[in-house]
């Protein structure tokens, strides 16, 4: 399984899989709290990476030709009854999705749709996608979206250095120095009260000094304590932060793997499921 969303009452997994128990479903299925369902006939030849419900309709992106049987190309949408197509799709792996301001955007190691450029990432307009100024120069992992922006970040330098910003017209770096070190790289993204967090391998934001997880407030980058081992996976749950990944440590404490750090003071201590504290407003 490589990503989860709800959808009509139901939860919504995907990932690289064929069947749940003796249930083909084929990349994606539902579960109704007692039984798994299939979406028509799924996804083929491929593996569902991205999901986000944007107009009432289930988005999903990865790396897969058909859809339902229709010709797709990597993202498709499900109404409840049947797939179909988003314009011509991507020639390459949907790696993220994200609704910003009522718009959907689109991540991954794309560079066109159809016969237009489109940068890594891109904004669908109802009919097809457009890009987004001259997008990434590499291939991007993860999109989040912050009031009215999107932050991408990837194996990319222009712009940002592996993390950008997009205002609606034009992209920016976070902050004045060089973004998330290379080597190192991110792999995770969210955002939470106007703050983004990043998760990955890597050392230093911003010229930072940092341990695989880091913040940035909108002016700053901030270290959250060292994590021993890279970061997978960033989620926000009953207002506090969770992140997953091979650590076993945080800050010099046993974390086995989950640690939630405060927004706050920045710092990490036990709680009653491993490393817990919930974020202030």
Known sequence: MLCTTSFNGQIIVGGAFDSIGNLPVRCISSWDGTNWHPLGSGLTLG???AMVVYNGELIVGGTFPTAGGLTV??????NGVSWS???AGFDNQVTGLAVCKGDLYACGFFGASGSHPVGHVAKWNGTSWLALGAGTDNHCTGITTSDTSIFVIGDFRTPGGQIARWD???WHALGANTGIDNPGYPICVTAYNSNIF????FSSAGGISVGNLARWDGTNWFSMGIINSYVSSICIYNSSLYIAGDFSKASGVSANGIVS????SDSLKLGSKGLTLTLQP
């Open 47 to 49: 593996v569902a990476q």
């Open 73 to 78: 190309n990597n993202i498709a949408k499900w």
């Open 85 to 87: 197509s988003l314009g």
């Open 168 to 170: 609606g017209l034009q």
């Open 198 to 201: 990043v998760g990955g391998s």
């Open 261 to 264: 750090p405060p927004r706050k």
